[in-house]
């Protein structure tokens, strides 16, 4: 047997000549001798077209991929052949006349996703009616209706994507259904939250935001037990916000429900990436059982008339202070027709003096609406302490409190699709619609585990699976 450029399909170069040579192809069951003497078995995958040359894929047993630089490869056997498809077939999925009735609007993400191995990166390709596919016991917990609205990644989601949600949404709730899943990646999650926040209010029924840190095809994939969690929240959950369910601790013991306006995603790659901030999660979701935290939610109630309000406008930004910082950047942004600026102050919500004059023109001579978080996210604007906040206070830059800067972006975006008044801005920003603004934080929400600090050291020891 031979290899052919079928089936090397992406080797080029050096890793292409050794895999002919050793006549083995992609899709082998492999034993691969290193020139250390270890065995390793696998299968060959494409490599991807981007890549260099110098390098074997393997898809080990245990699920995970790696490359072995082929100068490290003494020999490779191939112990047999299987041309794998990554595609998980569609299934209609088996209703009861006693589960309640979910619908999942898909968007794309992580949870909806498979490796392209073509290129090596992770692209948007399940259809909602696949994903029940791969995880057959949402069968279990509702009758879920699936309905794709688009298949992009998060961080491309725009103006047009939110009012399509929006709309959904409402006609999702005007046909009936106990509850609302809202598959999506989580980049740009906490602002999605954020945004439907304001353009569903009012609603009678859960709407839960759920994704997944990895994909589907990897064996540490979150993706099963968020979408479990969120289906039963959305089937059984008593809270009728817009929220987001995502993994709770770094192991899979339960899911947090995180209240639409106060949550982010707080690290790169860790499951358990999502965080409350400025209070504490609404509820603890596993297997079993809910475990509200909170008591002032808005709770289910079918009787309740929802407010659909799917305004947005995108001239809306935020200006992330750094020391420095050029007045031209504010000029530049008014020039260029934005209506709205947050910023994303230091401390209690500071910028440098030169940029004094050219904010006081944005404002008071060209109507730009200026509004100041803080960078620290937890915590409160407090511009009257220091001469500098007070300054900027005088200049007309209004304080949001503890409001979270991408909230603040969002909100303003969607304010400013109502009017460009200024007196009605400031006002529509200041009045808290759901808890983007509080009166206070509480004193158990604020943890950072640094490591090396005893009582972190315990909690960890503890805690930690």
């Known amino acids: 047997m031979s290899s052919s450029k079928d089936e090397l399909k992406g080797y080029k170069g050096v890793a292409r000549t050794k895999l002919s040579e050793w006549k083995v192809r992609v899709w082998s069951d ?130 047009e994507h939110y009012i399509a949600m929006a709309e959904a949404i409402s006609r999702e709730i005007d046909s009936g259904v106990d509850g609302i899943v809202i598959g999506h990646g989580t980049d740009v999650m906490g602002h999605t939250a954020a945004v439907l926040t304001f353009m569903v209010q009012q609603s009678p029924i859960p709407i839960v935001i759920v994704g997944s840190q990895r994909s589907s095809d990897r064996p540490s994939s979150d993706a099963a037990i968020n979408l479990i969690h969120a289906v039963r929240t959305a089937a059984y959950g008593d809270i009728a916000e817009v929220q987001v369910c995502m993994f709770g601790p770094t192991s899979d013991l339960y ?15 860790y499951r358990s990436t999502f965080r409350t901030i400025g209070d504490i999660p609404l509820a603890i979701v596993d297997k079993d059982s809910f475990t ?32 420095g910082m050029n007045p031209d950047l504010v000029e530049a942004l008014v020039e260029k027709g934005y209506r709205g600026i947050v910023i994303a102050g230091t401390g209690l919500g500071h910028v440098n003096k030169p940029l004094y004059p050219a904010l006081k023109w944005a404002i008071q001579e060209k109507g730009v609406h200026v509004v100041m978080t803080v960078q620290t996210l937890w915590g409160f604007t407090q ?54 603004i509080t009166r206070r934080e509480p004193h158990n929400g604020y943890l950072i585990l640094q490591g090396g600090l005893p009582e972190t050291d315990e909690f960890v020891r503890s805690h930690w699976k």
């Open 30 to 159: 492999v034993k691969v001798m290193n020139d250390a003497g270890s065995v390793i078995e696998g299968v060959i995958l494409p490599r991807s077209e981007t890549f260099d040359d110098k390098h074997i894929s393997i898809k080990m047993k245990n699920g995970y991929n790696i490359g072995i630089h082929v100068d490290r490869v003494e020999n490779i056997e191939e112990v047999g052949y299987k041309e794998a498809i990554y595609k998980i077939p569609e299934k209609d999925f088996p209703r009861r006349e006693d589960r309640p009735n979910v619908t999942l609007l898909g968007t794309g993400g992580t949870i909806a996703s498979r490796l392209d191995y073509r290129t090596g990166a992770v692209v948007p390709a399940f259809t909602p009616g696949e994903l029940y596919g791969a995880v057959p016991e949402l069968a279990d917990i509702c009758n879920l209706t699936t309905r794709k609205l688009f298949g992009v990644f998060s961080e491309n989601l725009a103006r």
């Open 255 to 269: 899911g947090l429900l995180h209240r639409g306006t106060r949550v982010r995603k707080m690290h790169s790659s």
């Open 292 to 323: 509200y935290l909170v008591d002032d939610y808005l709770p289910r109630d079918r009787s309740r008339k929802v407010v659909i309000d799917p305004v947005f406008n995108d001239r809306a930004t935020i200006l992330y202070y750094y020391p």
């Open 383 to 436: 511009m009257y302490v220091y001469d500098t906040g007070r300054d900027l206070l005088d200049v007309g830059v209004v304080p949001l409190d503890n409001m979270i800067p991408e909230t603040a972006l969002m909100k303003l975006s969607w304010v400013l699709g109502h009017t460009d008044d200024h007196e009605e801005v400031l006002k529509m920003m200041r009045h808290p619609i759901n808890h983007e």
